[in-house]
């Protein structure tokens, strides 16, 4: 209904041009959305307010003026003005009946379209450095950027889901990872070793460092204590780390298209042809035995090394050859969704990106901000690990998948957000993500009831739909009529908590019509029909708004 409405204001808005009655003007931006209040309609067009400074007249008057150019075939009961020019339109409850049949007749297709047809993304996430298990610092932005791809795909564009792995040789954190393996297995070979401040101190690298020697025994303890060495080491459990990062990102519910390896843009010359490229054009220089990009044009508060005086590319170098990766394999927009340690990050890697000739409208950064895990409304540590941090592990172990991504999810991820371990795990209304399943599960329930004594749900195109009068019925019927707007707003807005959001709001809106409209009722055979096709529409919405955000949508619980 609302791609009808804006349609036919721009069919008035053309009219009222070609009488005269309007100003030539270019058609501008409007929104048909929902009013804040059921008296002010059924939607509400911004058109008027949007028009009044192109066309040098009071809003109000150029809402009546496409008021009365509405087509006469549109479905509406009236049309109002209010305020300083909003035209609320009121519809009727014909279009919501019309919007249950499309329901039922897409069935799991009901919701998708074609507005990024055209359109390939690329979302990459996580990407975490591989030097041990996931963490929920990082962990965090997983459920969000594949619900964000899930939503983008079922809204027409080609999508693909990346994990960047920093696996390049001169990577800070590979190397201290690489020496916390090496000293950790001399201690193993008898040698009296002491680990400094700043090296990985977690029981797993203990665990990593055995499995060394398990494999090698002492052969090894002659290797150098340098770069090289610590390099050697990370190499020898990197693969293990990988398959153990597949394996937790697989049972949280996520899979990537593309693991793409840092090392493979040093080892393609894919980075020293970029600074080449970039001192050739001049938007980098060499200072003091060192290459500088000239960020500092684009808004950076300095000019950012791209080359230390060693002759060793810095980590942004590698991450402007990955960004000019990434649009060489043909994407037209690209979203990085990064953990909170890197928000100081964003201003010079965007500045960085347009240093080097890339149109920022097509780069997106995303960070996810910091959880904090109660229990009994106190904070709490899930680590069973001396010097660990909280794993994506320790999470699933304790609470499951399905509670950690919708819970995840019930925030915009920009937030701070406080992760209720008790409510989590509590069977019981005021779980979100059980109150959501349980609304699926009793759909499922009173379709199997229906079946048990014989009570018949017709064709949809026979089913008495009008019938369906009941205040609650009606605010059922409008948030199945709205599921369609809702997911392309949150794919256009990245917002993948609005699914969270709409998913509670329709799973009250159900339970409140169980509550007051009795579905099977034999004295009625034709409204007994007509709510069965209701409880079947929101059975079909709530299993894609649990599809979308990867939980399951269970028959039973």
């Known amino acids: 209904m609302q791609d009808a409405l804006h349609r036919a204001i721009t069919e008035a808005l053309a009219a009222a041009i070609a009488d005269g009655s309007l100003p030539a003007v270019e058609t501008p931006e409007f929104a048909v959305e929902?009013?804040?209040?059921?008296?002010?309609?059924?939607?509400?067009?911004?058109?008027?307010?949007?028009?009044?400074?192109?066309?040098q007249m009071a809003p109000r008057d150029i809402a009546h003026i496409i008021a009365d150019h509405l087509p006469s075939t549109l479905a509406v009961e009236r049309v109002e003005v209010a305020g300083p020019g909003f035209?609320?339109?009121?519809?009727?409850p014909k279009w919501l009946h019309d919007a249950l049949r499309d329901c039922l007749t897409q069935g799991e297709d009901y919701g998708r379209s074609d507005i990024g047809a055209g359109t390939r993304v690329q979302v990459e996430f996580v990407s975490a450095n591989p030097v041990g298990p996931l963490h929920i610092g990082n962990a965090r932005g997983g459920p969000y950027g594949d619900v964000l791809a899930s939503l983008l795909a079922f809204t027409g564009h080609e999508v693909e889901r990346e994990y960047y792995v920093n696996d390049a040789r001169d990577n800070t954190q590979l190397q201290t990872f690489g020496r916390s393996l090496l000293l950790r297995y001399r201690q193993l070979c008898g040698e009296e070793v002491e680990l400094e401040e700043g090296l990985y101190r977690g029981e797993y690298i203990v665990e990593y460092a055995q499995s060394i020697f398990d494999e090698h025994g002492d052969s090894l303890r002659d290797v150098p204590d340098d770069a090289e060495g610590w390099v050697r080491f990370a190499d020898l459990i990197l693969p293990g780390v990988l398959e153990g990062l597949r394996r937790d990102l697989a049972d949280f519910g996520i899979t990537f298209d593309v693991w793409f390896s840092e090392r493979?843009?040093?080892?393609?010359?894919?980075?020293?042809?970029?600074?080449?490229?970039?001192?050739?054009?001049?938007?980098?220089?060499?200072k003091d035995g060192a290459v500088w990009l000239k960020t500092k044009e684009h808004g950076d508060d300095e000019d950012r090394v791209i080359v230390r005086e060693n002759g060793a590319p810095t980590y942004i170098a590698s991450d402007l050859a990955y960004a000019r990766d990434k649009f060489a394999r043909g994407f037209d927009r690209v979203i990085y969704v990064w953990g909170p340690d890197h928000a100081g990050y964003v201003p010079r890697m965007k500045a960085a990106i347009e240093a080097i000739?890339?149109?920022?409208?097509?780069?997106?950064?995303?960070?996810?901000q910091i959880v904090r895990f109660l229990r009994g409304g106190e904070l709490v540590r899930l680590s069973k690990r001396k010097g660990a941090v909280v794993t994506l592990r320790d999470l699933l172990d304790e609470v499951g998948r399905d509670a950690a991504r919708f819970h995840f999810l019930t925030r915009t991820v920009d937030a701070?957000?406080?992760?209720?371990?008790?409510?989590?795990t509590k069977q019981a209304n005021e779980n979100p993500v059980y109150y959501v399943q349980y609304a699926h599960t009793r759909t499922c329930g009173v379709l199997r009831k229906a079946q048990e004594v014989g009570a018949v749900a017709p064709p949809i195109e026979e089913a008495r739909l009008?019938?369906?009068?009941?205040?609650?019925?009606?605010?059922?019927?409008?948030?199945?009529a709205d599921f369609p707007a809702d997911i392309r707003r949150a794919a256009t807005s990245r917002g993948p908590h609005q699914l969270t959001v709409g998913g509670r709001e329709l799973a009250a809106l159900f339970h409140q019509f169980y509550t007051t409209c009795q579905v099977i009722d034999p004295a009625q055979p034709d409204l007994t029909g007509a709510r069965l096709r209701l409880v079947d529409g929101t059975r079909t919405v709530l299993a894609t708004v649990c599809r979308l955000l990867g939980i399951n949508a269970p028959e039973r619980m």
């Open 34 to 55: 929902t009013p804040p209040r059921p008296g002010m309609g059924d939607f509400a067009c911004n058109i008027a307010m949007a028009l009044a400074r192109p066309a």
């Open 87 to 92: 035209l609320n339109v009121h519809t009727g």
């Open 264 to 286: 493979s843009l040093h080892d393609s010359g894919a980075v020293r042809a970029e600074i080449d490229r970039l001192l050739r054009i001049g938007a980098a220089y060499e």
């Open 357 to 368: 000739g890339i149109d920022l409208d097509r780069v997106e950064i995303v960070i996810s």
């Open 416 to 424: 701070h957000m406080d992760f209720d371990l008790d409510l989590a």
């Open 466 to 480: 009008e019938l369906l009068t009941h205040t609650d019925e009606l605010a059922l019927l409008r948030k199945l």
